[in-house]
């Protein structure tokens, strides 16, 4: 069975860095996009940023020079390395990713639990 695994959120304080990765467990044929979402309270969940198997990168305005997604696709592994970190950023965290797990035709559109970040000011 596939899972997202996340890993990396927690409490820091504004213009500190944070690293969010998100791995999958299980068997894969292969990834097409990877990205991250983040939902904050009271607001819609939100992208934060996608890169796709060429490596195109797309952000949210609001992230844009702060953020870099990144990904090791022999690890099967995005990486959310977030810098100049604002209160604003505070929210859960989700990893996305579509995938073609290894017993499927087709791919899915696969979600984690979702790492909480917290920015104090």
């Known amino acids: 069975q596939v899972q997202l695994v996340e890993s990396g959120g927690g409490l820091v304080q504004a213009g500190g860095s944070l690293r969010l990765s998100c791995s999958v467990s299980?068997?894969?044929?292969?990834?097409?996009?990877m990205g991250w979402y983040r939902q904050a309270p009271g607001k819609e969940r939100e992208l934060v940023a996608i890169?796709?198997?060429?490596?195109?990168?797309n952000y949210a305005d609001s992230v844009k020079g702060r953020f870099t997604i990144s990904r090791d696709n022999a690890k099967n592994t995005v990486y959310l390395q977030m810098n100049s970190l604002k209160p604003e950023d505070t929210a859960v965290y989700y990893c996305?990713?579509?995938?073609?797990?290894?017993?499927?035709?087709?791919?899915?559109?696969?979600w984690g639990r979702g790492t909480q970040v917290t920015v104090s000011s």
């Open positions: 299980g068997s894969i044929r292969n990834i097409n996009v």
């Open positions: 996305n990713q579509v995938l073609q797990p290894f017993s499927s035709p087709v791919r899915y559109d696969y």
């Open positions: 890169i796709t198997s060429g490596d195109s990168t």
